[in-house]
């Protein structure tokens, strides 16, 4: 087992209160309403019987008002009894449905499930994952995935694991996949039927990739397994042996996610290199040396672009490297710990680099050259930028989430909360109109873009229309 530090560090962590609604919320006004009948004179069966459809009238109203939240089944796995939404239940295709097009404002907050981290320091590293009207993510303190309702934050489903899930998790139309640190790999159906695990032994903190019907998943061990999706059979495996040259006394606790490119799948580690693996055998190809400094550790994954792969220690440098040839084409000293993107134009793009000193940085792709730099003036590692039509949205594992204009990197809007958030060390995620991101400080907030605004009719010069009222029509 390799010794490891954290990559990301927060401050004492904060009680992660429960949100009072859902079930329990339900569950207490079918009791003050069975109180109120059971106080009521004795009457006959006839109208006992109205009173009893009166009651289910209200809970049916009820449960349509709160949507899936309010209507569970129960299921029990391992001696737990958790919560279930049906599966008969329609997604709403229009939930939030629009652009993120302008700066967010507030919409709601609350603690992550699985109660309090029993640590002086922590991180929150599982990125919300969003598909039909639920978010799927994991806590530090749980031993679960969860699923919640997009629109209040409410827990509707519990997919147990043997330890925390600190990852992203990936979900299909039928299966969701998801590692947790303990080292082992589920896929549960949407209902919660328990599919098959895959244990590999080392803390796994990453998002599984998922192509031609295999699992891709690495461990904070060097280890990276490819699996039958359908199965969890264990198609390869490849475990990295670091140069003892280049090997540091201590290895960060983390691990880039797989990148599958083509028939390649590319994969950072600890002692610094780039290593490309054929994505059917798990076969190696090339070796590239990167990394550099006191932690040379790849911990943000490759980013490609035609023949030109981007890539950073973590310490330092960033540099762009030819990988048929693995010449490199240019190096900066700039260190990472998440993903580099790529924004603008294909022919020409910017490679956007969230440094570990705090910095958003563009440079030119094919030449390296700097266009533009934003400082968060914090002194924590950035996450991975989050392209949308309003921005770049950034997250600081130490400060708050920024939205920053690629153009220039000016800022556009930053979310100034009042409190301590502990930092943010998983990347934002925006879908439709909903920006959603989880603190160190153990809470979930959910922020909406506002919708555009109504056009007016206009109106003519003879015939003005007052505010408040519609034209009408000719």
């Known amino acids: 087992m390799r010794r490891g530090v954290a990559v990301t560090v927060g401050v004492v962590a904060l009680l992660a209160a429960t949100a009072a609604h859902g079930p329990l919320a339900h569950g207490a006004d079918a009791a003050r309403g069975d109180a109120a009948d059971d106080t009521s004179p004795s009457a006959t069966d006839d109208k006992a019987d109205a009173r009893a459809a009166r009651r289910d009238a209200r809970k049916d109203a009820r449960d349509r008002e709160k949507g899936p939240v309010a209507s569970w089944l129960e299921r029990t796995f391992d001696g737990r009894t958790v919560g279930f939404a049906p599966a008969t239940e329609t997604v709403d295709p229009t939930l939030y449905a629009g652009s993120f097009d302008r700066p967010p404002v507030p919409h709601w907050r609350v603690g992550l499930p699985g109660g309090e981290v029993n640590a002086a320091v922590h991180a929150e590293r599982s990125r919300p994952v969003v598909h039909g009207d639920r978010i799927y993510l994991g806590s530090a303190a749980g031993d679960a995935l969860y699923a919640l309702d997009r629109r209040n934050g409410a827990v509707v489903a519990v997919y147990p694991a043997s330890t925390s899930v600190e990852a992203a998790a990936l979900v299909t139309d039928d299966r969701v996949y998801f590692a947790d640190t303990g080292g082992r790999t589920w896929c549960y159906t949407h209902d919660g039927t328990q599919l098959w695990v895959h244990d590999s032994a080392a803390p796994m903190l990453v998002q599984p990739a998922l192509v031609d019907g295999r699992i891709y998943v690495t461990n904070v061990d060097d280890l990276v397994v490819a699996l039958d999706a359908d199965t969890g059979k264990l198609l390869w495996r490849y475990q990295q042996r670091p140069d003892p040259l280049r090997r540091a006394e201590l290895s960060l606790y983390a691990a880039p996610r797989a990148v599958v490119d083509g028939d390649d799948v590319l994969v950072g580690f600890s002692d610094g290199s780039v290593v490309s693996l054929g994505r059917v055998t798990g076969d190696p190809a090339w070796t590239e040396r990167v990394g550099e400094g006191r932690y040379p550790d790849i911990v943000g994954e490759p980013t490609v672009w035609h023949d030109l792969v981007f890539v950073s220690g973590y310490y330092e440098p960033l540099v762009a490297f030819d990988r048929s040839t693995r010449r490199i084409v240019w190096s900066q000293p700039y ?79 930053k979310f100034d909360p009042g409190v301590n958030l502990d930092g943010i060390s998983s990347a934002p995620t925006v879908v439709g109109r909903q920006l959603l991101f989880v603190t160190n400080a153990g809470e979930l907030y959910s922020f909406l873009a506002p919708a555009a605004p109504p056009v007016w009719p206009v109106a003519s010069a003879d015939k003005p229309v007052r505010a408040g009222r519609k034209a009408r029509a000719e």
């Not at 924004?343 to 680099?353: I, T």
Request: no cysteine.
């Open 335 to 413: 260190g990472a710990a998440a993903q580099a993107i790529l924004v603008g134009d294909d022919e020409a793009p910017l490679v956007v680099h969230p440094g570990t000193d705090g910095k958003l940085r563009a440079l030119q792709a094919a030449t390296g050259k700097e266009a533009w730099t934003w400082d968060s003036r914090d002194s924590g590692a950035l996450t991975e930028p989050v392209p949308t039509p309003a921005g770049l949205l950034v997250a600081s594992t130490t400060g708050t989430v920024t939205l920053v204009d690629p153009k220039d990197g000016l800022q556009i809007w």
